[in-house]
């Protein structure tokens, strides 16, 4: 990669609150580091694709941003948190599917495959043959 694909600017433009952005420039660089590494180990092709067209730049910028967002939505990896004020509750549960990590959705993943590529096949069954005469129903045709 002979550059970065996305800038701190266009990740902040993608921010919806709550608040004002939670990092610094520098810190956002490194996230933003960190994300196109992790499209490159899934994608090594990605750069090829974009010089020949078949993947646009601004997907690629959208999927960092969106990456990099959950990121810090989610910093600590939290699953789920209770505060109760009466007697004095507090619990927090860690782990689960990914949460606060750098990783790829399945939504990503399709917007950043190669067109063609899905597991999905195209196929047509013929379950009357084309050159043996249909069988008489029952009784036979109506009229015949």
Do not use: C, H
């Amino acid at each position: 990669m002979a550059q970065p694909w996305t800038t701190p600017d266009q990740v902040i433009d993608r921010w919806l609150g709550p608040g004002k952005f939670p990092v610094t420039d520098s810190q956002l660089v490194t996230l933003i580091a960190d994300a196109e590494d992790t499209i490159l180990g899934e994608f090594p092709d990605v750069d090829a694709r974009i010089t020949a067209g078949s993947l646009r730049v601004d997907t690629v910028r959208k999927v960092v941003a969106r990456m990099v967002i959950r990121q810090l939505r989610n910093p600590e990896g939290r699953r789920q948190t209770n505060t109760v004020s009466g007697p004095y509750t507090d619990s927090v549960t860690y782990a689960g599917d990914d949460l606060g990590e750098m990783t790829l959705s399945e939504s990503d993943r399709k917007e950043l495959a190669p067109r063609g590529t899905s597991n999905r096949r195209l196929f047509s069954v013929y379950p009357v043959s084309r050159t043996e005469p249909p069988v008489q129903p029952f009784g036979g045709w109506p009229g015949g």
